[in-house]
């Protein structure tokens, strides 16, 4: 797949960006992670190409295999998508950030993981809220976001850095702003309660990030917006 456009795109997207944070008087750096599932390891290459240094995958097995590719590349890699718990031992040493802790057991399986593979180091995690409390989407409900924050903090190899969540896919604009400042406000009463600096908040896709930066979003995972349709569904 050619990605010709996408130094068009991504110029495209930071002036937006820009809009939206002049419009409303925000000053906050907005990250941008290229979500490269579905695409080849060329995706990759082309996010670097073009100044991008972030990319995230859903899929453990398919950013291995990118990262294999592209191991030459100074790329910082996101798991995006759910973790599965025998899955954290494919972390140490290959991702950058996890986006998707969701319960005590997953916090206590990467701790372990780290502990095994890389001893000494850390990773910088998200805990994904579903604040929508849609039934089909992975994250923990917000009234668990204290205990399993609190675990986290415990745990030496781990670095809360905030929160992550997806939106309901939908164009009504209430539904999308309540889901984006219910975290944003989610990650105030933690920050307060537990006493920790993070202030990540992961939220914000191809469809919605606009409405997420008006939110308070730092970090976009955008996708086709930015590389086109996926070559895999």
Do not use: Y
């Not at 372990?112 to 000494?120: D, P, V």
């Amino acid at each position: 797949m050619d990605f010709g456009n996408l130094s068009e795109n991504l110029a495209r997207v930071l002036e937006q960006i820009a809009d939206v944070q002049a419009r409303e008087g925000l000053k906050e750096d907005v990250k941008i992670v290229a979500v490269t599932k579905g695409h080849s390891s060329a995706a990759v290459s082309a996010a670097h190409a073009v100044g991008i240094q972030d990319v995230g995958e859903n899929r453990v097995q398919e950013a291995l295999g990118k990262q294999d590719v592209t191991a030459s590349l100074p790329m910082r890699w996101h798991l995006i998508g759910h973790l599965q718990k025998n899955k954290a031992k494919f972390v140490p040493g290959r991702f950058h950030a996890v986006h998707s802790l969701d319960s005590v057991r997953l916090a206590h399986a990467l701790q372990l993981a780290m502990e095994n593979r890389a001893a000494g180091t850390t990773v910088d995690v998200l805990v994904q809220v579903n604040v929508a409390k849609e039934s089909q989407k992975s994250g923990c409900e917000p009234e668990e976001l204290g205990e399993i924050a609190g675990r986290i903090l415990e745990s030496p190899a781990l670095r809360l850095r905030g929160l992550m969540t997806m939106a309901p896919f939908t164009e009504d604009e209430r539904i999308l702003r309540r889901t984006f400042s219910g975290t944003r406000e989610a990650l105030d009463r933690c920050a307060t309660e537990l006493g920790f600096a993070g202030r990540t908040l992961s939220m914000g896709m191809s469809n919605d990030f606009e409405i997420a930066v008006e939110e308070g979003s730092t970090e976009l995972r955008l996708g086709t917006v930015l590389l086109g349709e996926r070559a895999v569904q």
